[in-house]
């Protein structure tokens, strides 16, 4: 069977193929193997020795016992829908991009359908949330109109205006799409070259693409689907340009499909990943909209031209905070699959039945657990950092005084978060295909499909590189600010830079006091101690060199690495707060939190050793504790092994979701690869080129030959 | 224009697409910009930057001048010959995979022709070349029948085999693939499962593949090229197990392409890169074969049954190392690419035209201009392997005990060389990815195209966590010699091991002795000092370790790491000893010279900086040597700024081949990148599914809608 068994498919092809399967099984050897024997075993004895209740770390992870039941439901309605989930023979991982920005489609069309039908709108959300896990390009096409589109009128739009759009966002009578990107303008918004020109006249803006650098470029949903976009573009008043301003411009008819007029767009056309998205580009051509349709909860003009600016023109940019934070749900939902798919690879496979199984290699597990143990981490840390951009826009009502004093901090953390993640995220799945050897060198084991979706999160929205440092700068201001004139800002939340308030105690301290870094994993304070010293020192380090007149590209470098270590400490410091807790306190399943408590420890260990080279340029470290450190590390990992299969079962994601034969649940791999295989199109016979350049060549004598 | 310009495609679709492209071009506003008009200024600045000759440099990698030349001319044949290169309007990076495996075939049958027809053998040679440059599909395709297949014939075949095959495999009347890998098995070759029986009674040998797991897997050419197959099996005769031999064994009829009888074949289908080539698997049921196919250099079978063995079972695969090594070329060829799209787009794009290039940010620079330096040294070093291993095997004549006392370090470094350079190519790509910006997720780029590819090489070969280990053991072993016997062999060529003559001496220094890196720039030897040092303490710490009795797997992950560095430092003692000589040498242009020597000392400090953690473990570098070594890598990366274009024009790739608008030689790139998405199949229009999903939804009116 394949992974979706055949006789179980919605597909009316099916029939067919799985005779031709049952044939094509007739003329082979299919006789398991010891090793294939092995497999189911292996994997069986591995979940049994997961140390907790895995079903409730699944619940834990879900988000609760109701909605764990609601998301397995939701698996169970999309898994035979043939609207949502391809159905064999047809394979997801072999569609073409025609094939796929269709399917997709169809999936958004599906899911409105099932979301309007069903009375319950928690199980509502699960569908949509299901769907997402099975496909990425679906989750970004929803994302843009659900998430980027929808989050513009409302954060950026008077009431009137989120009372015109916002009925017609949620029922699907217009599609939405964000254009802020430029061919020639990604990370220096300030250059955007689209203008938006006020016409008094007619009481108008003209939006207009001067340049071919100027062309909106990437826009998801603007080549195939969106009816309107919502556009930041240079406003121009009097002949004066005031600044960046977002407006909503119709792009198509919504009963033809056909480009307004004024508006040209295309398709960006083949992409490395997110087939199903219809990233298109767009050009303005003198398009006219109404001034109304400048988005003015910020910066208003009225009927008389006089235009009053938003209070910091950072708040135009807001919507690219909870853009970022959204980066982290996309890295539960795509990480996590990889990593499932990689360790139940590593399980169950040996090389060759007597030898161990791959999972016991250093190497591996090295890699694998610490990879594991961060999804835990982010998904908490996100939760938190959600709570902090609700309490700083008031749960979207939005206190223009409050959201920016509390910016600084959120902006700062959703840059580093994101660059962080984006990084780590990719290390990461490069080390799950590593770990499927040449297996995932194969479509059909996801792991490819995963990497090429992925590759957007490390370079769209913002350079990592321009994020990293803009936190640095932040971090720098904070510890100058502590320095200086001892001051330290008070939010209704707590600052991620918290620590940065005892800087001068952490300055004095010379060598780290704790010689057996396992005493870390006891007591997190002697973790979190030397984090924060080595945190503040390097920061020092890099304030000084600016005083003496380093120039600040000069230390990009080291203020990437500093920005990148905060992240990976708030993590540890969100985690040690709320899995630090003894084992009985309410509300969180005791096996759950007991090994909640050893990843969070892992996670501590693992940023000391990572950037135990910051801690040794400061002469903090000594070789011995590097040693030391390297030791505890190492050790903590092999101690969670056998931990592998139930953190990565808690991330409860079926077999038709990870779609990879190589990672099936039960562990019974090989036939069910080779099905796959067998069912793929044109997998036997002759090649129809073998007429044209192989029998030419072949079938000529040689001249010379011996005889036999 | 196109990479290609429309014009002068010798497609016969290119006339109506030129139409159609001047059609929607009149309808945009494609006015250069500021940006744009820059980017070609910033080109030729940073051209005539150069320290050197480019075209002398260019030479020199081409390896002379007259290879030079004949590249040219080849590059100038095949770009405009439809059969080897993909003409316009339709775009290489778009093709299918079946239009991709009917391109490649079509590829090798055209340059059977082309050098059948050419008399100058040298150009027959640079137009592969140039062929394997445009497409990884081919050169992989091709290599695996011009080199791993009449490797193993000529490697392990005895006269009359070699005799037998030999003309066929140039003339291409049979087409050869290489079957190793099976389902079940990689890098544990013992455990192959596929057999060859002996059968006395009618002197054949009988092949089968025993279960599933057994099934020869990933076999490139099986699928839908090859008529015959070297294979690797378990030797069976007169009931028992003699070990693995290599057989030949016709796949398919020469004339019909039809499986010969008892041989099963399939398609492993989607992969993640290399869609042109035919990956297969294999299985044999009762397949007989004559006995005379069993290769018979090493081990012989008579007509009585009596079986004589090869001197070192290890001789069985001393094809993988020409395997191995061959992965250098490949690299040369890919990377160089990756690497010459991420520097050109990095000296054109600008974040906006007042601001800098993005190539004079030192995020970007410190990790494109060692990574350009480590394709010359790999080069060079790639040169010095290829002649030690013809020293061995006495170009080919091989005396079994010549090659068996070089075997080792042969083996040792074609192992690490592969992981080393497998691993850091793949990180080098993910720079040149992220250098891109989202530019790089743009399909037509070319560069997504390339990471798909190198996927395999980092995979397939080999794990490279076992071969660097293999390496260590290997280190440690002649380590163990010196210390305990004060022996070091003799061999034919410069060990890659020398250094551990001295091991001695290098165990006594403590600390390092250089204060100020810089130093070293100067003075290679310091450098090489401090390397050899590093590497000799690291393996003496894992020596008494081992003593001690820590199992060898808990010392994986440092033994990697000193294999690595072992690699990376012998590739610069092999560029220090070439290029260290005084400019003005005969046989090397002095510009040439000059800049060589001066990639050396970065390579060298690059070596250094990377593996520094490893020098502090080991107590030999105070943090400040770690902060100059920091700044001394730093400041060389700056001072090479200029030199990047230079640098990978030396590389001497035409556009045609990098199919990269964004890495046009000219810079002016936007309009060029435009016009491939426009002139891209459905690039403007209704989507086909509109009616079907799209306007159901938006043709609804709102039956709340407000007035307007």
């Not at 990009?556 to 040690?576: G, K, Q, Y």
Request: glycine fraction near 6%; aromatic fraction near 10%; proline fraction near 4%.
């Amino acid at each position: 069977m394949t992974v979706i068994p055949l006789s179980e498919s919605k597909d009316p092809r099916a029939k067919l193929a799985l005779e031709r399967l049952n044939q094509l099984k007739s003329q082979l050897n299919l006789s398991p193997s010891s090793m294939s024997r092995q497999a189911p075993k292996d994997m069986a004895k591995e979940r049994a020795a997961a140390e907790f209740n895995i079903e409730e770390l699944a619940k834990f992870w879900a988000g609760g016992d109701e909605k764990y039941r609601l998301l397995q439901k939701a698996y169970e309605i999309i898994k035979n829908d043939p609207e949502l989930v391809v159905q064999p023979p047809r394979n997801f991982l072999e569609l073409s991009r025609d094939e796929m920005r269709e399917f997709t489609m169809g999936q958004i069309y599906r899911v409105f359908h099932v979301v309007k039908d069903t009375k319950d709108k928690d199980l509502a959300y699960e569908i949509a949330r299901a769907t997402s896990m099975y496909s990425e390009s679906f989750s970004m096409r929803f994302f843009v109109h659900e998430m980027l589109f929808r989050n513009v009128i409302n954060m950026l739009g008077n009431k009137e205006q989120q009372d015109r759009y916002n009925d017609d966002i949620s029922n699907y009578r217009i599609f939405g799409c964000f254009a802020m990107t430029e061919l020639g303008h990604s990370s220096a918004l300030r250059e955007i070259e689209t203008t938006a020109t006020y016409d008094f006249a007619t009481d108008e803006f003209i939006l207009d693409t001067p340049t071919i650098t100027g062309t909106k470029w990437w826009i998801g949903m603007a080549a195939q689907t969106a009816t309107h976009a919502v556009v930041i573009a240079q406003t121009i008043i009097g002949g004066k340009n005031v600044g960046l301003n977002w407006f909503v411009v119709q792009l198509r008819n919504k009963h033809t499909g056909e480009l307004e007029p004024n508006v040209q767009i295309g398709d960006i056309g083949e992409k490395v990943g997110h087939a199903g998205v219809d990233n298109g580009w767009i050009q303005f051509r003198q398009k006219r909209i109404p001034r109304i349709d400048m988005l003015a909860k910020w910066a208003q003009l009225d009927r008389q031209g006089n235009y009053k600016p938003a209070p910091n023109p950072a708040v135009m940019y807001a919507t690219l905070i909870p853009e970022r934070l959204s980066l982290v749900t996309v890295t539960t939902q795509m990480i996590s699959q990889a990593l499932t798919i990689a360790t139940r690879y590593g399980v169950v496979r040996r090389q060759g039945a007597k030898n161990q199984q791959i999972m016991d290699y250093q190497s591996h597990y090295v890699k694998i657990i610490p990879a594991i143990a961060f999804i835990y981490m982010v998904r908490s840390t996100a939760d938190v950092l959600n709570e902090h951009f609700d309490i700083s826009t008031a749960g979207g009502k939005m206190d223009p005084m409050v959201y920016l004093n509390h910016m600084g901090d959120m902006h700062a953390m959703s840059a580093c978060l994101k660059g962080l993640t984006g990084w780590y995220s990719s290390e990461i799945l490069e080390t799950c295909r590593r770990s499927c050897g040449g297996h995932a060198y194969s479509a059909y084991n996801a792991i490819g499909h995963i990497i090429g979706d992925w590759g957007v999160m490390t370079t769209g929205g913002g350079d990592n590189v321009v994020l990293l440092q803009q936190t640095t700068r932040y971090l720098l201001y904070r510890l100058e600010q502590k320095l200086e004139f001892d001051e330290y800002p008070d939010l209704k939340f707590k600052s991620s830079t918290i620590y940065i308030k005892d800087a001068k105690r952490y300055l004095e301290n010379k060598r780290w006091l704790t010689n057996d870094a396992s005493d870390c994993i006891k007591d997190f304070t002697k973790l979190t101690e030397a984090l924060h010293t080595i945190l503040v020192k390097r920061l020092y380090s890099i304030h000084t060199a600016r005083q003496q007149g380093t120039p600040s590209d000069e230390l990009l470098l080291d203020s990437v690495r500093v920005a990148e270590m905060h992240c990976a400490t708030f993590m540890f410091n969100v985690c040690a707060e709320k899995f630090g807790q003894p084992v009985g306190t309410p509300g969180i399943e005791p096996s759950v939190l007991a090994i909640m408590k050893k990843l969070t420890a892992l996670w501590g260990m693992h940023v000391l050793y990572t950037y135990s080279d910051q801690g040794f340029k400061e002469g903090y470290f000594t070789p011995e504790h590097i040693k030391s450190i390297e030791k505890t590390y190492t050790d903590m990992c092999k101690s969670l092994r056998h931990q592998v299969i139930g953190l990565t079962d808690g991330f409860g994601i079926p077999d038709f979701v990870l779609k990879a034969p190589i990672a099936k649940y039960d562990g019974d791999i090989y036939q069910t690869y080779f099905d796959t295989l067998l069912i793929a199109p044109r997998s036997t016979g002759i090649p129809p080129y073998h007429g044209k350049y192989i029998k030419p060549l072949t079938e000529r004598e040689n001249p010379n030959a011996l005889k036999k």
